[in-house]
């Protein structure tokens, strides 16, 4: 996940992460202090984003793209590091 | 990953962030973004 943020960045892509443990910075800072993460880490307590991009469990992964439209969803592992991911959306970035 | 046969619109957000950040569907706009819910349990 902290790889394809970095090398991603250079194709326009930004990874972002939200956490919807209900005790918000207290349970997501020490681990990424812990583990030097630099991927964006927001909170989404009450999990109202979580609900407003349909995500049924947890760990989900969605793509939005420039337009703000979410054009793909998956719930579980998703290999961040697999061609089949970083050419979807470097496909994505391409499209205008 | 499964691609979304009619791609919707995102929803507006304005949510905090650790060390105090904070994000927004606003700056998801023009660009491709990779998003991953999880939670630490």
Not at chain 2, 19 to 40: E, H, M, P, Q, Y
């Amino acid at each position: 996940m902290q790889r394809a943020h970095d090398e991603l960045k250079k194709d326009g892509i930004q990874v972002i992460t939200i956490s919807i443990d209900g005790t918000g910075e207290a349970a997501v800072r020490p681990i990424f202090a812990k583990g030097g993460y630099t991927v964006p880490a927001l909170l989404d307590q009450d999990m109202n984003v979580a609900r407003g991009f349909g995500v049924r469990g947890v760990p989900s992964t969605v793509i939005v793209d420039r337009k703000g439209l979410i054009n793909a969803r998956g719930l579980g592992h998703v290999d961040f590091d697999g061609k089949v991911l970083r050419n979807y959306v470097r496909d994505l970035a391409r499209a205008r | 990953l499964v691609p979304v046969p009619q791609p919707t619109p995102m929803p507006s957000f304005k949510i905090p962030g650790i060390n105090g950040s904070s994000g927004s569907d606003a700056d998801l706009r023009n660009k491709v973004t990779i998003i991953r819910f999880w939670a630490s349990w």
